[in-house]
């Protein structure tokens, strides 16, 4: 394979990441198979040789991969892999033809919705492809646009007739027990009932997206969620408001005359206002006054889109950019009152399937459309468990973002626990942010808020959101809360109501944050005492806390953590050396604290000697972990370090806990011989992790930027 494979110590089984590279490398081409007579055997395949052992699979450039495994002669393959395969990626993407999509189409809808894929990323997208782009993430979301775009060997696929021809040869009674949308299918990724006036509700729109949504329920799951009962128990009524999945519509709205009306080429209802949805229909509501009438506020030439020969030849890829992107967040700062150019899909081509888990979106910038898509997609997407946008110029459309979550949680069943969001720049504080997006989903788990720069809008917000510093915050489920401040100020008083509605906190991060005063540490200390009993891990990286001595010792001091980091944070700046003598006495009477890191600060090898008393005798730390990464440690200050570590193990016969130390990008290369000694003889002790870094490169690099 020639390289390291990343993350190479977490690899259980090497014979499978083998097998599972060789299949990459034979698809894309890096491995020639007709320059080995055993690999270019007509008797032998190797993609299919190697497909069962495919966990993880990434497409790049012109998507030539999915070409190749949907062909036919590759049936097999795909069979397999949709079966082995768990998480798809997608790397540096571009513009496609319609005969590509096709295939991509196909691949997606075997792997995903018939397979086993529940993790979808996307890598350094720069000019993404607004077709390809909602396609992945449509699919990802569990729609499929039926029709020739996935036709093989059978129209539908032979996965999709035979589940029709299942629930045709259902009695009525079974149908009717099964209720039009099947239980097992919602709750494995079907995610998509609720009602349009839940969207008015949340958002304060008027029926401008409303009804614009209407016509787009069958394909976009835009709605909020309706109670738990009308979600699992209420039949789908096409008169009903709380219609359930795009399936179920599909199914009632079999009627003629209801076609019919879709199909009109319907004129755009431009400047008029209409009324929202009514709230409530009663079962005995006349089936031809489907919401008054149906009609479109997409623009003349997207009506089309709803002709009887629309949905013939080709499928009309373009088509995939008509998730309604009209409804959910319309009336905020940087989304448009209507749907605009993307259109609307016809609701004949609507179908939902199983979704992924996991989406992650890196480096791909999305536009004000494409964003409201993504958050149309989420509002009731129940089966995703892990959301992570990054670099993708969120800026504004945190608006979208935020109204997506507030339906999303609505959602009983709603299975998200996992957000992580990073930009260069946000409309919002970094805390304020945070406080939004808790208000909105109090189900996370795990939330990490993260930009570069300090937010150029300061004081105003997006038109629509009210201040989320006045907003309450209902009691969370929040475990890990990571926040990387672009060179804000910490003001304790705001963060206080997440720490106080976040009883189950087990870790905090906070990172590039300024302390506007010598209290605010103090207090924020204080609060996570009152708060926060179940705190485990803090952690403080580029924060200056030089002048916060007392509080560093009281965070030393404290009977419960169990890991705290203080990485680059200038701890001995102006410190004398009382200040590393209480460090180290702390450390030593401290039984629950397990891990300590400190990577850049500055330790050089008098202060790490010094460090090694932790282990003496008299001690009753239970320190497993030390990261000293970054420190200016010289080859003799390791040996050192060593020799006294070891007099300490002897003193205490053996009896140590100590089993890691980090030694990072330290000046290590000066004196290769010394190093060594001393690394052999660390070894003995516990495992250590280090590099071969070159200090001399390193500081030639830091001159040259000065």
Same mark, same amino acid.
């Given at each position: ?9 977490? #690899? ?63 049936? &097999? ?155 699992? &128990? ?66 003349? /030439? ?33 989304? &448009? ?26 480096? #791909? ?55 992580? =969001? ?6 919002? !504080? ?16 795990? $939330? ?11 004081? &105003? ?11 309450? #915050? ?8 990571? #926040? ?123 202060? $790490? ?25 010289? !080859?003799?200050? =390791? ?54 870094? /070159? ?12």
């Amino acid at each position: 394979m020639k390289t390291r494979p990343p993350n190479a110590k977490n #690899i259980t089984c090497w014979r499978k990441k083998f097998l599972e590279t060789f299949f990459s490398n034979v698809l894309h081409g890096v491995l020639d198979v007709s320059s080995d007579r055993r690999l270019s055997d007509p008797h032998f395949s190797p993609l299919l040789h190697s497909s069962p052992h495919v966990s993880q699979l990434t497409l790049c450039n012109t998507l030539q991969g999915a070409l190749e495994l949907a062909a036919e002669h590759n049936q &097999k393959v795909l069979e397999n892999l949709a079966v082995s395969l768990r998480t798809l990626k997608f790397q540096h993407l571009l513009s496609s033809d319609q005969s590509v999509r096709r295939s991509l189409v196909l691949l997606l809808h075997r792997l995903i919705h018939h397979g086993s894929v529940n993790q979808v990323s996307m890598y350094s997208w720069p000019v993404p492809d607004t077709v390809l782009l909602v396609l992945i993430l449509s699919m990802s979301a569990g729609f499929c646009r039926l029709g020739n775009a996935i036709t093989y060997r059978s129209s539908p696929c032979g996965l999709c007739r035979e589940e029709e021809k299942a629930r045709s040869q259902e009695s009525p009674h079974e149908r009717a027990e099964r209720g039009c949308c099947d239980e097992g299918e919602r709750s494995d990724g079907k995610n998509k009932e609720a009602p349009a006036e839940a969207d008015t509700e949340v958002n304060g729109c008027q029926a401008d997206g409303g009804l614009n949504s209407v016509l787009s329920r069958p394909t976009s799951p835009l709605q909020n969620p309706v109670s738990e009962e009308s979600s699992s &128990k209420v039949p789908c009524d096409p008169t009903s408001v709380q219609g359930g999945s795009s399936l179920c519509i599909l199914d009632q709205l079999s009627c003629q005359r209801v076609l019919r009306k879709k199909r009109r080429r319907l004129k755009p209802a431009v400047g008029k206002k209409r009324r929202c949805l009514r709230q409530s229909r009663g079962p005995q509501a006349d089936p031809e006054d489907l919401y008054d009438f149906v009609f479109t506020v997409a623009r003349e /030439d997207n009506s089309g889109l709803f002709d009887k020969n629309s949905t013939t030849e080709g499928e009309n890829a373009e088509s995939w950019t008509s998730l309604s992107t009209g409804s959910l967040c319309t009336g905020h700062a940087g989304c &448009k009152k209507r749907g605009g150019s993307a259109g609307i899909f016809s609701l004949k081509a609507a179908k939902c399937f199983r979704s992924v888990s996991t989406l992650e979106l890196f480096s #791909i910038p999305l536009t004000g459309e494409t964003w409201r898509t993504l958050s149309n997609l989420l509002s009731s997407w129940v089966s995703l468990e892990n959301l992570v946008l990054c670099y993708n110029g969120l800026d504004a459309n945190i608006s979208c973002i935020l109204s997506a979550l507030r339906a999303l949680s609505r959602h009983s069943d709603c299975q998200l626990r996992v957000l992580h =969001l990073s930009d260069v720049s946000s409309h919002l !504080p970094c805390v304020e942010l945070v406080r939004c997006i808790l208000s909105a989903f109090p189900r996370l788990h795990t $939330l990490s808020v993260s930009f570069d720069l300090k937010t150029q809008l300061e004081g &105003k917000r997006p038109e629509g959101n009210p201040s989320c510093s006045e907003a309450e #915050i209902p009691e969370s489920c929040l475990e890990q809360l990571e #926040i990387r401040f672009p060179r804000e100020p910490l003001h304790t008083t705001f963060l206080l109501p997440v720490l106080k509605a976040s009883k189950s906190l087990q870790q905090l991060s906070l990172e590039s944050a300024t302390l506007p005063g010598p209290q605010e540490l103090g207090l924020l200390l204080e609060a996570l005492r009152e708060c926060n009993p179940h705190l485990k891990k803090m952690g403080f990286y580029d924060v200056n806390l030089a002048q916060h001595q007392k509080e560093v010792l009281l965070l030393l001091q404290d009977p419960v953590l169990q890991e705290i980091t203080f990485s680059f944070c200038r701890l001995f700046e102006s410190s004398t050396a009382e200040f590393l003598s209480e460090i180290i006495n702390a450390v030593k009477r401290n039984s629950s604290l397990k891990s300590l890191r400190l990577p850049g600060n500055r330790l050089g090898n008098d202060r $790490l000697v010094a460090l090694a008393g932790i282990f003496s005798e008299d001690s009753s730390s239970s320190l497993c972990r030390l990261d000293v990464s970054s420190n200016c440690i010289k !080859p003799d200050g =390791l040996l050192e370090f060593t020799k006294k570590l070891e007099d300490h193990i002897q003193q205490r016969g053996g009896q140590i806990q100590f089993t890691h130390l980090c030694l990072f990008q330290n000046w290590l290369d000066q004196d290769a011989e010394t190093a060594q000694e001393a690394l052999r003889r660390l070894k003995a002790v516990c495992t250590v992790v280090s590099d071969s870094w /070159d200090s001399s490169q390193a500081f030639a690099d830091y001159v040259s930027v000065m």
